[in-house]
């Protein structure tokens, strides 16, 4: 059955940098679209970073344009989230999902999800 497993959440300082991975057992990450998806306390899931199971393209929300980096390693089967000049703001559970379908941020369009990770950004 299909499996996501996530690492690489923390606690790190404003400024700093962390990668997080989602490693995918009993399916393929390359013929699917994967999604990370961020929730802090009292907020909606937030989608943050796409990259398209179809054309393999990728997707970022204003709030983390040009800071975070989603990539695949086919070799791997494992999707990553490069998270750099990280801010308080990005204090959140961090999800990875996966669909069959497009890069849309709607939560329930996902059929697979890994159970989320704590980054904690904080002096």
């Known amino acids: 059955q299909a499996h996501l497993v996530e690492s690489g959440g923390g606690l790190v300082q404003p400024g700093g940098s962390l990668r997080l991975s989602c490693a995918a057992s009993?399916?393929?990450?390359?013929?699917?679209?994967f999604h990370w998806f961020r929730q802090a306390p009292g907020r909606e899931r937030e989608g943050v970073s796409c990259?398209?199971?179809?054309?393999?393209?990728?997707y970022s929300s204003d709030s983390v344009k040009a800071r975070f980096t989603i990539s695949k390693d086919v070799a791997k089967n494992t999707v990553y989230l490069q998270m750099n000049n990280l801010r308080p703001e990005d204090t959140a559970v961090y999800y990875c999902?996966?669909?069959?379908?497009?890069?849309?941020?709607?939560?329930?369009?996902?059929?697979?999800w890994g159970q989320g990770t704590q980054v904690t950004v904080s002096s």
């Open positions: 999902a996966a669909t069959e379908g497009s890069c849309r941020p709607y939560a329930h369009e996902y059929n697979y």
């Open positions: 009993g399916f393929a990450v390359a013929d699917y679209t």
């Open positions: 990259i398209s199971g179809l054309s393999g393209d990728t």
